[in-house]
């Protein structure tokens, strides 16, 4: 057996089986052997465990990091393998069966970056007997309605457009199999509107193929249709019909290339208690898939952290 210092983080990822679904779960140590605090973190859209390897080596700073992959993100079964829509709703109901499940006599505290924060909080309103089991609730980068998109109108439609089109079985398959090949994702992808600020400090080719090599795993470990129907599902978000009895603290970037900070602010204030904002000095929505621990220090900004220190 491997001593806990010799072990790599793929060591600590093993098999999941929830709810007739089967992915992937990472239960990291806390690299502080006096912080004891246990901490879920739910990744966003287009994800899987290993895109946030740097940011959930930072939070293990500071407890034990759970990370569960979500249905049809991170090469987890998607819901249709159980006949389920991919629902904001089922996703939240997913969540909540994890917690149950893992953390049954004690509290957490639960980071959600981005749509994983938009499925913490929906979470949190269809079940609220787990907000009490909440010490520290974070959103990082995170969203909770349609209008935080800074998208123009013209947009807007285009994708709403693009993901109903291929939002059914064989419609999602062609899209798989003709705009998602590994040859048109290194042709194409880096030069697309959504993709152009991820590679705009890639300085050499190396860097560059590490990049778009993972951005085609992510492309391929995600399940296209479960990519278009959450698409559809955020682009009509509405978060704020039901208030939860918590604080939230809100990381924001300078230059979120997706959201409006002082809309996100004004939708969030409604939904909580009470909001504490920070700043990342991270210049866009969501930093390269290749961040390491010491590049993604930069999403844990030091009053975060002060409260993350607070943990028992």
């Given at each position: 057996m491997k001593k806990e210092s010799?072990?790599?983080f793929e060591d600590y990822i093993f098999p999941l089986n929830l709810n007739g679904l089967e992915g992937r779960m990472l239960k990291l140590p806390s690299s502080n052997k006096r912080k004891k605090a246990d901490i879920l973190f739910i990744y966003g859209h287009?994800?899987?465990?290993?895109r946030w390897k740097g940011l959930i080596?930072?939070?293990s700073d500071f407890g034990n990091v759970t990370v569960t992959d979500l249905p049809g993100f991170g090469g987890m079964d998607s819901f249709y393998k159980?006949?389920?829509?991919p629902t904001i709703d089922n996703f939240a109901d997913y969540l909540a069966t994890f917690i149950k499940l893992r953390y049954s006599n004690h509290k957490i505290s639960i980071i959600g970056?981005?749509?994983?924060?938009?499925i913490v909080t929906r979470m949190l309103q269809r079940h609220p007997s787990l907000v009490g089991k909440v010490e520290l609730l974070v959103s990082i980068v995170g969203f909770t309605h349609k209008d935080d998109f800074t998208f123009s109108k013209?947009?807007?439609r285009g994708y709403l457009l693009g993901t109903n089109l291929f939002n059914g079985y064989f419609p999602s398959k062609i899209f798989r199999y003709l705009f998602l090949n590994k040859f048109v994702l290194q042709k194409i992808y880096s030069k697309t509107h959504n993709a152009k600020h991820k590679f705009k400090n890639i300085n050499s080719q190396e860097d560059f193929n590490r990049l778009i090599n993972f951005e085609i795993e992510l492309w391929h470990c995600n399940d296209v249709r479960t990519w278009m129907y959450t698409t559809i599902e955020f682009l009509n978000l509405d978060n704020c019909n039901k208030r939860i009895n918590l604080p939230v603290w809100h990381v924001m970037t300078k230059n979120d290339n997706y959201f409006d900070p002082k809309i996100v602010e004004q939708h969030m204030k409604v939904i909580f208690t009470d909001f504490n904002k920070t700043v990342s000095n991270s210049d866009n929505h969501?930093?390269?898939v290749i961040l390491d621990k010491k590049s993604a220090q930069?999403?844990?900004p030091n009053k975060l952290k002060l409260q993350l220190n607070k943990l028992k």
């Open positions: 010799q072990k790599s287009h994800s899987n465990i290993e080596e930072v939070l159980i006949h389920k829509k970056l981005s749509f994983g924060f938009v013209s947009r807007k969501a930093p390269s930069s999403l844990v």
